[in-house]
């Protein structure tokens, strides 16, 4: 399993502003993940974060928007530049854990919720 | 392209049963998972299906046919605490995330 402290916890921006938010995880992980779920919608990926490389971007996602870091193997970030309110939304960070019959398994922050006004 | 269809939402009764569908088409596929999410946390795993047939697990149970495209989780002797939003993920070949459905909304009822 893995322990996922992501901050922060909610937050209220302005419009045009920036904020980065921080996944630190208990322990080593090859593959971590940032996702976006909107009100009332499922997860969608963002990126995966990559340690030592650039992130890998989904569609309809770009690095100036979105650019992240990935440090270390336990340490992650994400920020949303140039937020608008269509950014509101609640940000999580996602980390892979293979299991004894080699099954990935995701485990989740709680998430960030981000309100733009 | 993919796809994965689950009803928006459910009710049942305490001490029922319920069954929530969820149908998948990806391009490539490994396995199938369920994660319960309650409204304000972060989704926790329920399950894992890459066979066909049932994998029980206490309370839950899950099922996958491959070659319908379909899965159902489950839901025995359903307590309060169950209200929450079930999440169906398909593992896809050559991909390093899963694909999320939108999600099932239970609410239980007394």
């Known amino acids: 399993s893995a322990v996922i402290s992501q901050k922060p916890s909610r937050d209220i921006c302005q419009r045009g502003t920036s904020l980065t938010i921080q996944c630190q995880v208990d322990?080593?992980?090859?593959?971590m993940f940032w996702y976006r779920q909107q009100p009332g919608q499922s997860l969608t990926l963002i990126a995966t974060a990559n340690q030592g490389s650039e992130a890998t971007y989904e569609s309809g996602f770009v690095i100036d928007k979105f650019p992240i870091s990935r440090p270390n193997l336990t340490f992650s970030t994400l920020t949303v530049s140039n937020m608008s309110p269509e950014d509101s939304s609640i940000y999580l960070c996602?980390?892979?854990?293979?299991?004894?019959?080699?099954?990935?398994?995701?485990?989740f922050g709680e998430g960030s919720r981000l309100t733009v006004l | 392209g993919q796809n994965i269809d689950q009803p928006t939402e459910m009710t049942a009764t305490e001490g029922a049963i319920v069954q929530i569908n969820c149908t998948y088409q990806?391009?490539?596929?490994?396995?199938l998972f369920w994660y319960q999410q309650h409204a304000g946390e972060a989704p926790t795993f329920l399950s894992y299906n890459v066979l066909d047939g049932l994998e029980e697990k206490g309370r839950f149970s899950s099922f996958l046919s491959r070659s319908k495209g379909y899965s159902y989780l489950l839901l025995k002797e359903l307590q309060m605490k169950d209200s929450a939003s079930y999440l169906c993920a398909a593992d896809q070949t050559g991909a390093n995330n899963l694909f999320f459905g939108t999600g099932t909304r239970l609410t239980v009822i007394p």
């Open positions: 990806t391009s490539g596929f490994n396995g």
């Open positions: 996602s980390v892979e854990v293979q299991d004894t019959a080699n099954t990935g398994e995701l485990f």
């Open positions: 322990s080593q992980v090859t593959m």
